[in-house]
């Protein structure tokens, strides 16, 4: 940015602000918008995909299929999500879509997130939970809406497996660095955990060789839980909208670093 001179305006065709690195943006007099809520519906529907593969063991049965082995799908030990506690960490756009979800499947919704207030959460669909210590032996499944930042990266570590219930699920579609994958490798091999939907990686693409990617009970995705035809246009439209308001002189809705706007340009 600083080998820029007229830059103006950084346009993050996303959500996650962990690739933009705002505090230089804001000392060069650089806007930064991006598009918060143009993948929600995607991220949560496919937050909800992996939570239903782990419990109806996709994978597997898909296997079995495939081999023509019929008597064997019907012996492989599948749940319902219905009945069981969902525990969501961060009620933004994402998660409280997935609560909304999970409530018409009939799960029990609980949430953890320090920066909404109860009253709040309860609006978005679930019950409130005052930390992730206490949310986590209550939840049968478990599943991470939150940016990255250096509070939430490796917030999914030995301690707080450990605090699961024997046989929960793990999903993560937010950011692969809130999970220590060393840590959930051992909590999945050694029977703690029953399963993980993971969208997201510690290192990305994720190496070929990570031992995450040979287990029968981890339903593995590409980072593309936001990538459908409908939040791509509505990523491009929202971005293009708002980078265009800047360069009109106009204040954007969505102005990640409102502090820039008076000195805007000025280097």
Request: glycine residues 10%.
């Amino acid at each position: 940015m600083a080998a820029c001179t007229k830059l103006r305006v950084v346009g993050r065709h996303g959500v996650g602000l962990d690739t933009v690195d705002i505090p230089a943006a804001t000392r060069l007099g650089v806007a930064v918008v991006h598009a918060p809520g143009s993948n929600s519906q995607a991220v949560a529907e496919h937050a909800l995909m992996l939570m239903l593969a782990c419990v109806k063991r996709t994978r597997h049965i898909d296997t079995l299929t495939r081999k023509g082995d019929w008597g064997a799908t019907r012996v492989v030990g599948n749940t319902e999500l219905a009945g069981k506690t969902l525990g969501i960490v961060g009620v933004g756009n994402i998660g409280r879509r997935v609560a909304k979800f999970a409530g018409a499947i009939g799960m029990r919704v609980l949430a953890y997130d320090k920066y909404v207030p109860d009253d709040e959460v309860r609006r978005r669909g679930a019950e409130p939970v005052k930390s992730l210590e206490a949310l986590l032996p209550q939840v049968e499944v478990l599943t991470c809406h939150t940016p990255l930042t250096s509070e939430t990266t490796h917030m999914i570590n030995p301690k707080t497996l450990a605090l699961m219930k024997p046989g929960a699920i793990f999903v993560n579609t937010s950011r692969g660095p809130v999970q220590d994958e060393r840590a959930l490798f051992e909590a999945l091999t050694r029977g703690h955990l029953g399963a993980a939907g993971l969208d997201v990686w510690e290192e990305e693409p994720t190496p070929l060789d990570n031992p995450l990617l040979n287990l029968e009970n981890v339903v593995c995705s590409p980072h593309v839980a936001g990538v459908t035809r409908e939040a791509n246009r509505q990523m491009a439209v929202q971005v293009a909208g708002e980078m265009l308001r800047v360069l009109r002189g106009e204040k954007p809705e969505v102005l990640v670093n409102p502090e820039v706007w008076p000195r805007l340009g000025q280097r």
